[in-house]
């Protein structure tokens, strides 16, 4: 891992620690709408927090959810 990635991981971790709920979900929305490959990192470092907060059981969740987003049967 370099430098750039772990001042990545902290500055999108430090824009949204604060945020509430609805300021999160916001965020997010607005990444996806925007559909510019510039927030795609944002994005990963959210799905990392969501990942390491799962359970082994909501992982298989997220992992199902993913699969069938993806057109996979």
Known sequence: MNISQVNLREAVMANVSDSSLGELRSTIMDAIESREDKTLPGLGVL??????????????????????????K
């Open 47 to 72: 799905f990392e927090v969501l990942w390491n907060q799962a359970d082994p059981s909501k992982q298989g969740e997220i992992l199902q959810l993913l699969h069938q987003g993806l057109g996979q």
